[in-house]
C-alpha cells in the first residue's frame, strides 16, 4: 500500500502535483518568515532590527525559488533528500528564532506544526510520520520479495 521511499517522479501528473506542493510550501514557510519579521520590528528592541535584513532576503529567496522548473526538478532522484533536509531546516530555523525571542514558546509549536504539515503533502506517510522507517531485524516474514525491502516495524502496510 504505502511506501517509505519517495524517489523520482515518473508521471506527469505526479510531478504537477508535487510541483505544486513545492511551490505552496514555499509560499507557506514564506510567510511564516513574514510573520517572524514583523515579530521583530513590533516587539524585539531597536538594536535587534538588524534581523529584519535576513529575514528580507530569507523571503527574496524563497518566493524566487517558487519560479524555478519543479515539475521537471521532482523528477531527478536525489530531490526527495534534499526536500526533507529543507524541510529539517526550516524547523531549526523556527526553533533558532523562538531561542531569541521572548514568546518563543507561543510561536514555535504553530510554526513547526505548520512545516511538518507542509512537508506530509509530499511524503508518504511513515516518512512524514518518522521522517524515515526504523525496519526491526529481518525475518523471513518481513522481508519483499520484489524489492528486498524490511517493513516497518509499527506501519506494517509499508515497505522501507
Known amino acids: ?24 510550501d514555499l509560499g507557506i514557510v514564506a510567510a511564516l518568515t513574514a510573520m517572524g519579521a514583523l515579530r521583530v520590528e513590533v516587539a524585539w528592541a531597536p538594536q535587534y532590527r538588524w534581523c529584519l535584513v ?10 524566487g525559488l517558487g519560479a524555478l522548473p519543479w515539475p521537471r526538478l ?7 533528500g534534499w526536500l526533507t533536509a529543507w524541510y529539517v531546516a526550516c ?7 523562538t531561542r531569541l525571542d521572548g514568546d518563543g514558546t507561543a510561536i514555535y509549536p504553530a510554526g513547526a506544526i505548520v512545516v511538518v504539515v507542509a512537508a506530509a503533502a509530499l ?15 529481518a525475518t523471513s516474514s518481513s522481508r519483499s520479495p520484489r ?6 516495524w509499527w506501519l506494517p502496510w509499508a515497505w522501507c
Open 54 to 63: 535576513p529575514l528580507a532576503l530569507a523571503m527574496v529567496v524563497l518566493l
Open 147 to 152: 524489492r528486498g525491502r524490511t517493513r516497518c
Open 123 to 137: 511524503a508518504s506517510p511513515a516518512r512524514s510520520s518518522a521522517w524515515g522507517c526504523w525496519p526491526r531485524p
Open 74 to 80: 521532482v523528477r531527478r532522484p536525489g530531490l526527495t
Open 1 to 24: 500500500m504505502g511506501s517509505c521511499s519517495t524517489g523520482p517522479v515518473s508521471d506527469v501528473s505526479s510531478a504537477r502535483y508535487r510541483a505544486r506542493q513545492i511551490r505552496l
Open 91 to 97: 524547523l531549526a530555523g523556527i526553533l533558532v528564532f
